[in-house]
């Protein structure tokens, strides 16, 4: 999707390639292995990151804002920490340059504000 419509600027995504990558992580190492990108599927990794301008990263919050229950919290848990890792130290080495990371946290509200901020320089 991300490489599909790269030609079209000012565009946004719910997810990033991080976010799959740390679900797989995760998920593989509860199923008994080891999955870390390699070959193809990094490179393709590497080219739909760098076609990003911005990632905005909303780790969990407590309390959670989501007012339905959440399916599988335990994963969703294990997932968050996991892209904090990812995002917060490049274990991955992904993240040299490009895109731009903008953590952000507070209300609704006050994230929406501060990203109204960013984005207008």
């Known amino acids: 999707m991300i490489l ?10 719910d997810r990033c ?8 992580e995760v998920v593989a190492v509860q199923e008994g292995f080891e999955w870390v990108p390699s070959g193809k599927l ?13 990632v905005v990263f909303l780790p969990l919050s407590r309390p959670d804002e989501i007012d339905v229950t959440i399916e599988l ?7 968050d920490t ?11 080495g992904l993240l040299e340059g490009r895109p731009k990371i903008l953590e952000l946290r507070g ?8 990203l109204a901020e960013i984005v207008a320089g």
């Open 107 to 114: 209300t609704r509200a006050e994230r929406l504000a501060r």
């Open 17 to 24: 390639p991080l976010d799959f990558v740390a679900y797989l």
């Open 82 to 92: 996991r892209l904090k890792a990812i995002i917060r130290d490049d274990e991955l």
């Open 42 to 54: 990094l490179g393709r990794i590497e080219k739909a990151l760098a076609s990003l301008g911005l």
């Open 4 to 13: 599909a419509s790269v030609a079209s600027p000012d565009s946004v995504y």
């Open 73 to 79: 919290p335990r994963l969703r848990s294990k997932v």
